[in-house]
Nanobody
């Protein structure tokens, strides 16, 4: 059974940092692209960052480039999202997701087949 469990969310002031973690089980996650998405109240779920199954490629939405960094743990079954210089507009529930085996890194939710339960990130001004 595939499970993704996010952690690391919380309340932080603007300009602060948080590190989200996604612990994955039930697959050999080194063979799967992973992504982080977020959803703010009243808005659609949006892509934040992705990392290829090999870990050699990453991609970010323009709104977080230069501030967020996605990475894999050495055992490949953990994915991190380091978030620096946080802004109030980053406030959302953040979800990690796993793409199908050897699928390319995607930017839309339908390209991912497993999701975590989400972790709340709140940035105060």
């Amino acid at each position: 059974q595939v499970q993704l469990v996010e952690s690391g969310g919380g309340l932080v002031k603007a300009g602060g940092s948080l590190r989200l973690s996604c612990a994955a089980s039930g697959r050999t996650f080194g063979n799967y692209a992973m992504g982080w998405f977020r959803q703010a109240p009243g808005k659609e779920r949006e892509f934040v960052a992705g990392i290829s199954w090999s870990g050699r490629s990453t991609y970010y939405t323009d709104a977080v480039k230069g501030r967020f960094t996605i990475s894999r743990g050495s055992a490949k079954n953990t994915v991190y999202l380091q978030m620096n210089s946080l802004k109030p507009e980053d406030t959302a529930v953040y979800y990690c997701a796993s793409a199908p085996r050897f699928a390319p890194m995607g930017t839309i939710p339908d390209e991912y087949d497993y999701w975590g339960q989400g972790t709340q990130v709140t940035v105060s001004s």
